[in-house]
């Protein structure tokens, strides 16, 4: 088992930001991120986070049930925990608890669409395979059928599904999970605007990039269709779409 840094009172100032179990979360999490323990490392028992960390146990349990949900720490039932070997899930948690715990605004989620999905296009049109652009292919089909019917929630489904392939086809798990994530985010706050052609015509001209294996065509018509996306949800009066 792991002791604490020789020094601790380098990184092991008493805790007063915030409530004690958040601040205790922070700083488990940053002696994690700076090596005090390493992927593997079984941490102390309780009893000696408590008394090193100047706070209860219960708040030690709780802040290590927190880290254990993100991806920090593996429970190993009896034996306490131990610190995640580093996987791409960690990151992926990580990001989700951050998003979960924070303001959830519609600009701040389309910026961080701008920096990620125009790359995963550009990404995909190089490694794409044949299935894929099929499967592309149905879902602006589905896209134009559900759009003609006036069915706003399948439409978004279409939509979602051609996104969420699209990022897949990318070959980056990563990248592609933290897509999955913005698009749950944003789910509930999409707005369908009077009328569906121009995005449709967008969603065209990102496959035809793709297939044409065009990464920078890829990544500019991604980029602008995004941008498209917010303009009409300002001009459609929704500050969330």
Same mark, same amino acid.
């Given at each position: 088992?792991?002791?604490?840094?020789?020094?601790?009172?380098?990184?092991?100032?008493?805790?007063?930001?915030?409530?004690?179990?958040?601040?205790?979360?922070?700083?488990?999490?940053?002696?994690?991120?700076?090596?005090?323990?390493?992927?593997?490392?079984?941490?102390?028992?309780?009893?000696?986070?408590?008394?090193?960390?100047?706070?209860?146990?219960?708040?030690?349990?709780?802040?290590?049930?927190?880290?254990?949900?993100?991806?920090?720490?593996?429970?190993?039932?009896?034996?306490?925990?131990?610190?995640?070997?580093?996987?791409?899930?960690?990151?992926?948690?990580?990001?989700?608890?951050?998003?979960?715990?924070?303001?959830?605004?519609?600009?701040?989620?389309?910026?961080?669409?701008?920096?990620?999905?125009?790359?995963?296009?550009?990404?995909? !049109?190089?490694?794409?395979?044949?299935?894929?652009?099929?499967?592309?292919?149905?879902?602006?089909?589905?896209?134009?059928?559900?759009?003609?019917?006036?069915?706003?929630?399948?439409?978004?489904? !279409?939509?979602?599904?051609?996104?969420?392939?699209?990022?897949?086809?990318?070959?980056?798990?990563?990248?592609?999970?933290?897509?999955?994530?913005?698009?749950?985010?944003?789910?509930?706050?999409?707005?369908?605007?009077?009328?569906?052609?121009?995005?449709?015509?967008?969603?065209?001209?990102?496959?035809?990039?793709?297939?044409?294996?065009?990464?920078?065509?890829?990544?500019?018509?991604?980029?602008?269709?995004?941008?498209?996306?917010?303009?009409?949800?300002?001009?459609?009066?929704?500050?969330?779409?």
């Amino acid at each position: 088992m792991m002791s604490l840094d020789p020094d601790p009172s380098r990184l092991l100032a008493p805790l007063t930001r915030k409530t004690v179990t958040e601040a205790l979360i922070e700083r488990i999490a940053e002696l994690i991120a700076e090596g005090i323990w390493s992927p593997g490392d079984v941490l102390p028992h309780e009893n000696e986070l408590a008394t090193t960390f100047n706070v209860g146990r219960t708040t030690v349990r709780e802040a290590l049930k927190v880290l254990n949900y993100m991806g920090y720490l593996e429970s190993q039932s009896y034996k306490g925990y131990r610190v995640s070997s580093g996987s791409s899930e960690f990151l992926v948690r990580a990001i989700s608890w951050a998003i979960s715990l924070g303001r959830r605004d519609y600009h701040e989620l389309t910026q961080a669409r701008l920096l990620i999905e125009p790359a995963l296009a550009a990404l995909a !049109a190089q490694h794409c395979t044949d299935d894929t652009l099929a499967r592309l292919d149905a879902c602006m089909q589905r896209m134009e059928q559900t759009a003609a019917a006036g069915e706003d929630q399948e439409y978004l489904y !279409a939509d979602r599904d051609f996104h969420v392939i699209l990022a897949e086809a990318s070959g980056n798990k990563v990248l592609f999970r933290i897509t999955v994530l913005l698009r749950d985010f944003l789910w509930k706050q999409l707005h369908i605007p009077q009328s569906t052609r121009p995005s449709l015509d967008e969603h065209e001209a990102v496959l035809l990039a793709v297939k044409r294996r065009d990464p920078l065509a890829a990544r500019e018509t991604m980029e602008k269709h995004i941008q498209h996306i917010a303009e009409r949800q300002a001009n459609a009066g929704s500050t969330s779409g």
